[in-house]
């Protein structure tokens, strides 16, 4: 046994603490140990090579490496030896760092606390066993859940780099909130004009599947290997026959039905699409209201339909089908303002949401473009635009800021005097929030050129009054309380995840913030990773995005998948658990706690009451290899210490306590 | 029901046809009211814009007096009610500042009783049952704008008996006697409480806002819970009416009052005497028909 101890300064991180020339000195003395030194920085390339020089030197079969946290140089100093000669788990970090002088003084104390953490290190890595990795299987085909912008950005990017996509879609068409959209901030594009190229794109893409109507049920498996139950929900439309011409839609007899599309702002009939152009475009039919279903009368649509598409008895369909990674791009959702007695309840048909109000300006929307308010159909002469309603407000559950609200009011605000020249424009708001690429520019506009009167305050109080809403409100820049009477007021509600985020991400197995937002890997580095490999995040199922950032974040996306897909083979991870089969008694309770579900029972030969004519068989714990993150929950739980984490041994750790305890016993 | 009554310094002095009108109507319904003893000032509204630890010492002698009554205390002002029952949630809360607190008192709060409004007890469905029950003459024709204020229902996280917003309880009593309450927008708005006496102008701006929207909606009276609300209300409505050059006149109820009313008991009408504006008008609109019942 050679093993060399490498004592690192961290700079002055450790330095500044901890005698490092004195914990090298003594790592001299302890068994196994033929070589100990210390440098300002192990982990730069001249401290490597230091370490690779010392295996030849001086024959090193182990190192320890005494720095920093091995969650952070673990893999570097593992590649380092292994470049150096040695198997890459032949090494063990002491936390000199996180774990000693970043928590204490200066004092000969935390230099012995020191020499204790590389002591139980060497005694660790004096009973480590060479692991090996394996190559595990990676399907190269992804799949896009949400077909929003993020979804279709992350379909489009992972398909022209050549792998095929499905994109699941849980309404009847893609495209999303920005579908719904007018213009866009601060280009003022149409947002039409900029999305609908992108999902024909993703209709016509040869390696892009598009299911519309369609859930996700079950996400089985791991990176590379995952198993996904999907639902197709029917349509009652066959796909194949459907040429999209659109005659059912004219002659179906039950209208009035609330648009979802339009934010209840319009209606829709039974078989619909939601939008014109509708990607795919053909319609579905709504079970819960069609007459077909509901009294088996009417059938008009199929009578009409000249290429008999109509089928009523269409089933849905459940597949499961196997993708190499995912891309979860599922959105947002919006709060609804209804529990707000002081705007009114949701009970004012003049109190709208912004995205209602966006249906009202688009032209393909239920007023063709035309700004009346919902009560009497009226063009309003006055307009106020409530911020903040719900975000940046604990009391109604969301602390944060929505992001983007600033900037769609400001858009609002804008378009509405472009259409309307004589209309009152009124912004209530705390702060404006204007940090993009031509955005402070874009509101500044709106106050100058377009006249908005900006208020800096909350609105207390909204009531109707002589067919008009008054705002009661404060404006804080004058110290005073305000009164504006409007025609119709338009709330930037919060965004809120998806009602069912949480649904989701329990089936994933990725993780959510107290919002529910899903949970990035790590806030700054790992901004589209998530805790399990292979499954990354687009757009604003994360956190409130604008679209810039969205398809920022999906391209991003896409090229992990696209990384991952590149690569020859994805290698298992060794320090996982594994199971000594001849000890296992199949009790099962390892296959209870796992929390990655990684652990299940199989019938293997019983070696010991097997004989060459009569083979006897029982159940044992298995570990599938893809799956097990290595967490050791396992290795705890089990009675009968057949369940053995790689890298944690028993073996190992009794060897660390041992060492420490002679340690504290020799000080005394 | 049995409760520790805490009359506080508006029903024993300007809100008196509060205090007998809620007696009365309580002997009528069966809730028993029985007067803390040796009572002291609630705090509104000086010592908790002053020193916080008197603003709950000075109700948690009170509450301590009440606990060893071993009745929940009622409490008809809402600045008193908003008071006790913020102390009285604190003190529930912070074991620390209860201890502290009780060191000073003879009778300590140990958290076993609870405080209430009573227009939360006199609403319950089972008080209106009794009301309900009681009713000799309903008030048809009478249209009350059921007027809340602002200390009676909020903060909703320390009151909380009804909807801070659209506040539903006097509605509820109103509609019980057959009163026909108004659907307005000023229920939960200040009237300006204390400011009626430092700084009336305010309080003339906002009765006249409050009377002049509960008039828009066809109310031909006000009802309240609270002492202040009824003080500025009947006190303002003339400049309000001056400032405003509107006809403010309109006459002012305490919800227990028309309770009485309805259930036509002894001594009801005595209260009306001591109101500053003439309620006449009010009572007048009351038509003949509703005179049936019972």
């Known amino acids: 046994m050679r093993i060399g101890v490498f004592v690192c300064w961290c700079g002055s991180n450790i330095a500044k603490t901890v005698d490092v020339a004195a914990v090298a000195e003594a790592a001299r003395d302890m068994p196994g140990v033929v070589y100990s030194t210390d440098y300002k920085y192990m982990c730069s390339e001249p401290g490597q090579n230091m370490v690779k020089d010392a295996i030849k030197e001086h024959r090193l079969d182990r190192v320890v490496i005494a720095s920093c946290s091995p969650r952070l140089h673990e893999p570097t100093f593992q590649r380092c030896i292994a470049d150096g000669g040695l198997n890459a788990y032949m090494v063990e970090m002491a936390n000199l760092r996180e774990h000693c002088s970043w928590v204490h003084e200066k004092t000969p104390e935390t230099t012995e606390k020191a020499i204790h953490l590389v002591r139980m290190a060497v005694a660790k890595v004096t009973k480590n066993d060479p692991l090996q990795r394996n190559e595990i299987p990676l399907g190269r085909r992804a799949l896009v859940i949400g077909g929003g912008i993020a979804g279709i950005q992350a379909a489009l990017d992972i398909a022209d780099a050549g792998y095929p996509v499905v994109l699941v879609e849980r309404t009847p068409s893609i495209g999303g909130h920005m579908a719904q959209y007018d213009k866009t901030f601060p280009t003022l594009d149409c947002a039409a004009c900029i999305l609908t190229p992108k999902m024909v794109d993703c209709a016509s893409h040869p390696l892009i599947d598009i299911w519309s109507y369609s859930e996700v049920e079950e996400v089985k498996g791991f990176v590379g290997n995952f198993e996904v139950k999907i639902r197709k929900r029917a349509k009652s439309i066959i796909d194949e026959k459907c040429t999209g011409c659109g005659e059912c839609l004219e002659k179906c007899p039950v209208k009035g039905i609330p648009s979802e599309f339009d934010e209840n702002m319009g209606t829709r009939r039974a078989i619909y699409r939601p939008f014109p152009q509708a990607v795919p475009n053909k319609p579905v039919i709504d079970r819960l209201n069609c007459r077909k279903f509901l009294e088996d009368k009417c059938g008009v649509c199929a009578k009409i339909c000249p290429t008999g598409a109509i089928d009523y008895a269409q089933e849905d369909e459940v597949l499961t089908e196997k993708f190499g990674g995912i891309v979860v791009a599922t959105g947002f959702g919006l709060w609804n303002h209804s529990v707000m007695g002081e705007y009114g309840y949701g009970k004012y048909p003049d109190v709208i949401s912004a995205i209602q109000f966006e249906r009202i300006m688009n032209a393909s929307g239920p007023t063709d473009g035309h700004i009346v308010r919902p009560s009497d159909g009226k063009t309003p002469k006055a307009i106020a635009f409530l911020s903040c309603v719900g975000s940046r407000d604990q009391e109604h559950g969301h602390a944060y800021c929505s992001k983007v609200c600033c900037m769609y009011n400001a858009k609002q605000a804008l378009l509405v005097r472009d259409k309307l020249h004589d209309v009152e424009t009124y912004v209530f708001y705390m702060d404006i929030r204007a940090n993009g690429k031509g955005y402070e520019e874009f509101v500044q506009r709106t106050i100058e050129d377009f006249g908005a009167n900006y208020i800096r305050g909350r609105v207390s109080k909204i009531y109707p009054d002589n067919g008009q809403m008054v705002i009661k409100g404060a404006d804080t820049l004058l110290g005073k309380a305000v009164e504006v009477r409007v025609d119709l007021v338009v709330l930037a509600t919060a965004m809120q995840p998806q009602n069912d985020a949480k649904d989701l991400a329990r089936m994933l197995g990725i993780s959510t913030d107290q919002y529910n937002w899903f949970s990035e890997a790590h806030p700054k580095l790992k901004p589209v990773e998530v805790l399990t490999d292979g499954i990354y995040l687009a757009g604003a199922c994360q956190y409130p995005k604008d679209i810039p950032d969205t398809v920022a974040q999906a391209s991003a996306a896409a090229s992990k998948v696209i990384g991952l897909f590149s690569k020859k083979a994805i290698l298992s991870e060794p320090m996982i658990a594994n199971i000594n089969e001849d000890t296992c008694a199949g009790c099962g309770l390892c296959v209870n706690v796992c929390p990655y579900g990684a652990i299940e029972l199989i019938e293997v030969m019983d070696k010991e009451k097997s004989t060459r004519e009569n083979k006897v068989m029982k159940s044992v714990a298995n570990v599938n290899e893809g799956v097990c993150k290595g967490c050791g929950t396992c290795a705890a739980a089990c009675r009968s210490l057949s369940a053995n984490l790689r890298g944690f041994e028993g073996k190992q750790i009794l060897a660390e306590i041992d060492a420490l305890a002679d340690m504290v016993k020799g000080r005394k | ?294």
Not at chain 2, 66 to 85: F, K, L, T
């Open chain 2, 1 to 294: 029901m049995k409760y520790a009554y805490f009359p506080g310094c508006s029903l024993e002095s300007t809100a008196k046809e509060f205090q007998e009108s809620t007696q009365l109507v309580g002997d009528a319904i069966g809730v028993e009211l029985v007067h803390i003893d040796d009572w002291n000032c609630c705090g509104a509204t000086s010592a908790h814009n002053l020193d916080h630890r008197l603003s709950v010492a000075l109700p948690a002698r009170n509450l301590g007096i009440a606990e060893g009554m071993g009745m929940d205390v009622v409490a008809p002002c809402a600045a008193c009610y908003n008071r006790m029952r913020s102390a009285e949630v604190e003190l529930k809360a912070n074991v620390k500042l209860r201890d502290d607190i009780n060191a000073d008192l003879e009778k300590p709060f140990t958290g076993a009783i609870s405080v209430k409004s009573s227009l939360e007890v006199f609403t319950t469905s089972e008080a209106l049952a009794k009301v309900s029950d009681g009713i000799r003459k309903k008030l048809t024709g009478l249209k009350p704008a059921c007027y809340y204020g602002c200390l009676l229902v909020r903060p909703p996280k320390v009151l909380g008996f009804d909807d801070p917003e659209n506040p539903q309880s006097l509605d509820k009593a109103m509609e019980t006697i057959g009163a026909e309450p108004v659907e307005w927008y000023f229920k939960n708005e200040c009237c300006g409480a204390s400011f009626g006496l430092s700084k009336s102008e305010i309080v003339v701006k906002l009765v006249g806002d409050i009377i002049s929207n509960a008039k828009k909606h066809g109310a031909n009276c006000i009802v309240t819970a609270c002492p202040l609300c009824m003080t500025n209300l009947e006190m303002r409505q003339a400049a309000a009416g001056k400032l405003r050059g509107e006809d403010l006149t309109m006459p002012v109820f305490y919800f227990t009052e028309l309770m009485g009313l309805a259930m036509e008991v002894r001594g009801i009408k005595k209260c009306f005497a001591s109101h500053l504006v003439d309620v006449n008008s009010a009572l007048d609109a009351i038509t003949a028909d509703g005179a049936m019942v019972g």
